[in-house]
């Protein structure tokens, strides 16, 4: 999703391969932003997350049930394609994931609104904000260093390299923070989910009025 011009960054981490079964190529001597994107490894997985999305922002707009419930069955078609498509099938792991990138996604439909009176989704909706199986509750941290790398992304397209290599390793703390959490996908893999992440928050900055705050989720 982002512009593949080599910049410095941390390399790929051939210490943390991918499990065995795993379809995700550990891309050594890449930057992070060189690699292979996750959109990459399952288009339709990318086309379903966007119809989720969607969705999502139906059901806040008062779409009812049956926004929500497209919303889940479309996210749903994302994990398991996912699943299929990279080779690793921990299925709580991308529960975590394709939710954390949905709203990622839903948030820029919301971003010339106030989104706080939206209605939450009810238990036991994967979109329910007191769901245990999300990713800003799981490690905070981790969140927050995904947030950094969307500022920093966002920065770097008015040409400073600093920030592009700021990007990169928030990124990869991200994913290290994730998987210390969840180790049911690999270290690559989450670079890659903590890497879309940070490249959909870095687009949804370009759509904000400039007082609005940092995005978040």
Request: with cysteine; hydrophobic share 40%.
């Amino acid at each position: 999703m982002t512009s593949r011009t080599p910049h410095p960054g941390p390399a790929s981490d051939p210490g943390e391969p991918a499990t065995p079964q795993s379809l995700v190529v550990v891309e050594e001597g890449l930057d992070i932003l060189m690699r292979r994107g996750l959109e990459e490894y399952a288009p339709s997985a990318q086309v379903s997350m966007f119809e989720s999305a969607r969705a999502l922002e139906d059901f806040r707009l008062g779409g009812g049930p049956g926004a929500l419930e497209r919303a889940e069955v479309c996210a749903d078609r994302a994990i398991t394609t996912f699943q299929v498509r990279t080779g690793e099938r921990d299925v709580a792991a991308w529960q975590v994931a394709v939710a954390y990138l949905v709203e990622m996604l839903a948030a820029r439909y919301s971003a010339e609104r106030m989104p706080a009176f939206d209605p939450a989704p009810p238990v036991p909706s994967l979109f329910t904000p007191v769901s245990p199986l999300r990713l800003e509750k799981i490690t905070p941290e981790g969140h927050l260093r995904v947030l950094d790398a969307g500022r920093a992304l966002d920065r770097a397209r008015r040409g400073d390299a600093l920030d592009v290599a700021r990007a990169q390793h928030a990124i990869h703390d991200a994913a290290r923070l994730v998987r210390a959490e969840m180790d049911g996908l690999s270290m690559p893999l989450w670079v890659l989910i903590c890497r879309y992440g940070a490249e959909v928050l870095a687009y949804n900055l370009r759509l904000r009025p400039p007082s609005s705050p940092a995005g978040t989720i």
